[in-house]
């Protein structure tokens, strides 16, 4: 493994190879920031650039340096005009964005680089440590495991609903378990509940939804509150450092999160959006007292976790890619397309007849990280200021990208009928005291659960899979867990349910 280190290092640290990481991270960050051009847009444009390119490491180190920074700066819309630029990032803007409305901003944007640097450099040391073996533990895991591992992800809707709210946070899950339906299965050839409109056969898609879950309701919302729009942060963008206390809380954090996320990034399909959800709702529900209560409003804790889950599991979603040639996630499939193109065959044998690539990716990442680090943090002050933006101003800017980043999702304008009469009905339920975020979980996983039941389902010919499959029960205990364990502690307590 040493000579495999060393030859990544050579080739890694070329001009060309350190020009490609850093055109990539620039590019994806810059990408990640607007709502709407996710990764796989952008990586699937440049697919004839990298053909263009030739040298598959160059190549597959451009289109890496895209991934992982468009999921780094995809956290800044989230955090500061509560629009998630990429699905990674949604659970940033649950306590990142209350930050900012506080007069945090520049802090949130730290915590948030820091993390997503620490989360991927974790994720870089793993790749290179335990990528062969960690690619036989992805082999493990079937249908049966995947529709167990989305039944956890759903247990999170214990993590977004706040005190006597869980009920509502269960409907808002079957909401979108029903909205992830619309269109046509990957099963079954039949449109399902698109009422005749040709456009939604393929489905709502998920850029529209979550424009008008998050974005749209908070222009209406500074359009019906004055005062919302009023930031706290003043002219001077200040309170960018983080103290000692506050990085003694987040740390251990960050390292369990790096950790899951990038166990979570090794398995084929799950990804950096699944990762980063049920890192939230992990130090949600492990979280005491006080600090549970702050999770939503602000938790610094809550912002550390999804962002290193995301960019450890965008690491993580690597190791199928390169050891197996299975894609980790939808971006990686788009990766393993430009691979193939390049006339490069990932999987066992990568590491055998290619060294020089496997390794100089991998290597490749972790300088990655410090290139993203160094971009970043010296322009917190002035991304920051986009909140000083008077509310006249700002109202405009946030329904520009709102609808740009709809329409470009599907590329018909039908989207931004359905966007409209979903930032209604979205601001009626926020008003009523809905929890949202739980709508959004149920939308993202409902498709993966439905085709990988069915497969399971398919496959045993009834529902004994679950009994007969250990890590499948197992997943299942797990998932009942984390929605029971909190609801008892907290009636052990005498708090509401």
């Known amino acids: ?43 699937a444009i440049m697919i004839p650039v ?51 409305r506080q007069g945090k901003a520049g802090k949130a944007l730290t915590i948030a680089a820091i993390a997503s640097f620490s989360g991927g450099t974790v994720g870089a ?37 706040g005190s006597g709210m869980v009920l509502k946070a269960l409907m808002m899950t079957v909401l979108g378990l029903i909205l992830a339906t619309v269109g046509e299965s990957a099963l079954f050839n039949a449109p399902r509940f698109t009422m005749g409109i040709m456009d939604l056969q393929s489905g709502l898609g998920f850029i529209t939804l979550a424009m008008a879950l998050f974005a749209l309701p908070e222009a209406i919302f500074l359009v019906l509150d004055p005062s919302r729009g009023a930031s706290k942060q ?36 799950a990804g950096a959006t699944i990762a980063s959800f049920l890192g939230y709702a992990v130090e949600r529900n492990i979280a005491k007292g006080a600090e549970q209560d702050q999770f939503g409003k602000g938790s610094i804790k809550g ?13 993580g979603s690597f190791v199928p890619l390169l050891t197996l040639g299975i894609p980790g996630s939808g971006t990686t499939a788009i990766l393993l397309g430009a691979l193939i193109a390049l006339n ?45 933006v008077p509310r006249n101003y700002l109202i405009p800017f946030i329904l520009f990208f709102t609808m740009i980043g709809a329409y470009i999702g599907q590329n018909n304008a039908t989207e931004l009928l359905i966007l409209a009469g979903l930032g209604v009905f979205a601001t009626i339920l926020r008003i009523a005291g809905y929890p949202l975020a739980p709508l959004l979980i149920g939308f993202i996983l409902g498709a993966m659960l439905e085709n990988n039941f069915a497969r399971a389902m398919n496959l045993a010919d009834g529902a004994s899979f679950i009994v007969e499959r250990p890590m499948t029960l197992g997943l299942l205990v797990i998932g009942a867990a984390m929605i029971v364990l909190p609801a008892y502690r907290r009636w052990r307590a005498g708090k509401p349910v």
């Not at 963008?237 to 740390?251: F, S, Y």
């Not at 990442?365 to 002050?381: A, K, Q, S, T």
């Open 234 to 269: 003043g002219g001077e963008i200040k309170d960018l450092r983080i103290t000692r206390e506050e990085a003694k809380a987040i740390a251990p954090v960050i390292g369990r999160q790096s950790l899951q996320g990038f166990l979570i990034g090794v398995m084929p399909g």
């Open 125 to 161: 040391i793993l790749l290179m440590g335990f990528a062969p073996m960690l690619s036989s533990v992805a082999l493990l895991f079937h249908s049966a495991e995947y529709f167990a591992l989305m039944v956890v992800g759903l247990s999170a809707i214990a993590a977004f609903a």
């Open 1 to 43: 493994m040493l000579d495999g280190i060393l030859l990544g290092l050579g080739a890694a640290f070329s001009f060309q190879n350190l020009l490609m990481v850093v055109m990539g991270c620039l590019l994806g960050t810059f990408i990640g920031m607007l709502p709407g051009l996710g990764p796989m847009s952008i990586i």
């Open 344 to 388: 490069v065959q990932p999987g066992p044998r990568l590491m055998i007849d290619n060294p020089e690539i496997f390794w100089a990716v991998i290597i490749s990442m972790y300088v990655g990280n410090v290139v993203l680090l160094i971009l970043n943090l010296p322009l917190i002050p002035y991304i920051a200021k986009l909140l000083t």
């Open 303 to 315: 912002l550390a976790a999804p962002e290193s889950a995301n960019n450890a599991a965008c690491t």
């Open 50 to 100: 990298a053909i263009k390119i030739g040298d598959p490491s160059a190549a597959l180190i451009l289109l890496a340096g895209v991934y992982y920074g468009a999921i780094f700066g995809g956290s800044t819309s989230s955090i500061l005009i509560n629009a998630p630029g990429v699905a990674g990032t949604v659970a940033t803007s649950f306590d990142g964005y209350p930050m900012a």
